[in-house]
């Protein structure tokens, strides 16, 4: 039997990419594989998600030294950044080459399956040059421009033995880097028992603060703004789940614009159903995504939602005017204006929301996308 290797950057940061391989790595384990998931570092004191209990967990950084450094670097001052600059430079590529000497000295099998979802560094590329038949694959969390934007290593997708695209959509773009591609989305791990009534006045949105807001939190507060203007709209709410360094920015901005009283902050928990449940609408409103796993998780629920159309993401799960909206990317009045509609409207709620589930349970059950890693790993 084959082992599945999946590398990440740091398993125990609570987002969707690492939700992502805890969930790859359960169903691999499910199916029988000795599975691995190889964290370069572990900054965090346990995994935000539920772990098979065979599946074993190797950590490279066991100090955290590369994390505590990363950390640190993020809280000092901009104006004198420029005298750590130097020596953070230095020390963090000692580390990334140290990590890249453990890979190159693994003893791999040629059985292993390896899946590499680590982003900004090619740790894998002394490995893969030595041993050319290393089974070794690349799943890409991000649109085109902005694996491109994030990642200095483009040009070493060519020794992967396959890039893994969660959407088709833009292929003909990373063929430039390797021509053997595959799509391949993520899956809900299961399905609820419970649905949302879509009766509860609450809008919800998810996903990890971080510090360039990819998610969109900033701008949802404009969005949210726009509603609290219109009278028939303030018995509702706003729940935004998440934690991050830009949690404190958002705070301030919903102070500064005096919506304390209907937009509510929630830390991330990892019983995230209690939230989908009390939800009558989704909305995301990120500048960039790679799939939109929540978007799937929420219409498992029956819950509806708006999107704005970026590159990939939302459209490969939300059905325009059938199991939700997709909106122009930016136009925060259009994306106001049909957030109305639905609060307005239960009926299309519960239609938006019951094909929104049938769609999910179709295409993204674990039994489907489970079936093509297979076929791909056997290949």
């Known amino acids: 039997m084959k082992k599945i290797i999946l590398t990440i950057q740091d398993i125990s940061l609570g987002g969707g990419g690492e939700r992502v391989v805890v969930n790859?790595?359960?169903?691999?384990?499910?199916?029988?594989?000795?599975?691995?998931?190889?964290?370069?570092?572990?900054?965090?004191?346990?995994?935000?998600y539920k772990l098979n209990e065979d599946v074993e967990l190797?950590?490279?950084?066991?100090?955290?030294?590369?994390?505590?450094?990363?950390?640190?670097?993020?809280?000092?001052?901009?104006?004198?950044?420029?005298?750590?600059?130097?020596?953070?430079k230095i020390y963090t590529n000692y580390k990334l080459n140290r990590v890249k000497k453990e890979l190159f000295s693994f003893?791999?099998?040629?059985?292993?399956?390896?899946?590499?979802?680590?982003?900004?560094?090619?740790?894998f590329l002394p490995a893969i040059k030595k041993n050319k038949d290393l089974n070794i694959f690349k799943l890409i969390h991000l649109d085109y421009d902005n694996f491109y934007r994030h990642c200095k290593y483009m040009k070493d997708l060519k020794y992967y033995k396959s890039l893994i695209l969660l959407s088709n959509k833009q292929k003909h773009l990373?063929?430039?880097?390797?021509?053997?591609?595959?799509?391949?989305?993520?899956?809900?791990?299961?399905?609820?028992?419970?649905?949302?009534?879509?009766?509860?006045?609450v809008v919800l949105s998810a996903g990890r603060m971080d510090k360039g807001d990819q998610k969109g939190f900033l701008r949802l507060i404009d969005i949210w703004e726009i509603i609290q203007k219109d009278e028939n709209f303030k018995e509702w709410k706003l729940h935004i789940v998440g934690d991050g360094l830009l949690k404190e920015e958002i705070l301030h901005k919903i102070q500064a614009k005096k919506l304390e009283h209907s937009i509510i902050l929630l830390p991330f928990n990892q019983n995230i159903e209690e939230e989908y449940l009390k939800a009558s609408i989704y909305v995301m409103t990120s500048h960039f995504e790679g799939f939109g796993m929540v978007l799937a998780e929420s219409a498992s629920y029956t819950i509806p939602?708006?999107?704005?159309?970026?590159n990939t993401g939302p459209s490969d799960i939300i059905?325009?005017?059938?199991?939700?909206?997709?909106?122009?990317?930016?136009?925060?009045q259009e994306f106001a204006n049909k957030l109305k509609i639905l609060m307005r409207d239960e009926s299309l709620r519960e239609k938006f929301g019951k094909n929104a589930k049938e769609k999910v349970q179709k295409e993204f059950s674990q039994e489907i996308i489970m079936q093509k890693w297979e076929k791909l790993i056997n290949s």
């Open 174 to 201: 990373w063929e430039k880097s390797n021509n053997n591609i595959y799509n391949i989305a993520n899956f809900i791990p299961f399905t609820p028992l419970k649905t949302s009534n879509l009766s509860q006045k």
């Open 107 to 123: 003893k791999w099998s040629k059985n292993d399956i390896i899946i590499d979802n680590v982003l900004q560094n090619n740790y």
């Open 24 to 48: 790859l790595a359960n169903a691999f384990s499910d199916l029988g594989y000795k599975t691995q998931i190889l964290s370069i570092s572990f900054q965090n004191k346990k995994i935000s």
């Open 319 to 332: 059905d325009n005017k059938k199991s939700g909206f997709l909106i122009e990317d930016g136009n925060l």
């Open 305 to 310: 939602s708006i999107a704005f159309d970026i």
């Open 58 to 88: 190797i950590i490279l950084d066991t100090n955290n030294q590369l994390s505590l450094l990363v950390r640190i670097s993020k809280k000092i001052p901009k104006n004198i950044f420029h005298i750590f600059k130097i020596f953070f």
